[in-house]
Nanobody
Framework: QVQLVESGGGSVQAGGSLTLSCAASGLPSRFRYRLYCMGWFRQAPGKEREGVATIYDGERTFLAESAKGRFTTSQDNAKKTLYLQMNNLKPEDTATYYC????????????????WGQGTQVTVSS
């Protein structure tokens, strides 16, 4: 059973930083973790879910305009863990953040992700 478990969310003041993690387990062993497209998405109350960043085989393949210069995504293949380092957080970054996984190199915010985590809440106060 595939599980993606996010952690690292919390409440911070504007200008602060958080690092989100997404630990993957149960992915079919015949597919190497590094060959999964991994993504971060977020959804704020009353808004549609939006892509934040995607990464494939260690290379970032998408980063939202709102995240440029502030967010960095990376992955540790040995730990099968995805990270989102968020700096200079703004109140508009307040949302539930989800990680997602889909096997294959077609990797950006439009990828049809099969596996999703339960989300972690990020709240940024002004």
């Amino acid at each position: 059973q595939v599980q993606l478990v996010e952690s690292g969310g919390g409440s911070v003041q504007a200008g602060g930083s958080l690092t989100l993690s997404c630990a993957a387990s149960g992915l079919p062993s015949r597919f190497r973790y590094r060959l999964y497209c991994m993504g971060w998405f977020r959804q704020a109350p009353g808004k549609e879910r939006e892509g934040v960043a995607t990464i494939y085989d260690g290379e970032r393949t998408f980063l939202a305009e709102s995240a440029k210069g502030r967010f960095t995504t990376s992955q540790d293949n040995a730990k099968k863990t995805l990270y989102l380092q968020m700096n200079n957080l703004k109140p508009e970054d307040t949302a539930t953040y989800y990680c997602a996984a889909q096997w294959g190199s077609n990797c950006d915010e439009t990828t049809d992700f099969r596996y999703w985590g339960q989300g972690t809440q990020v709240t940024v106060s002004s």
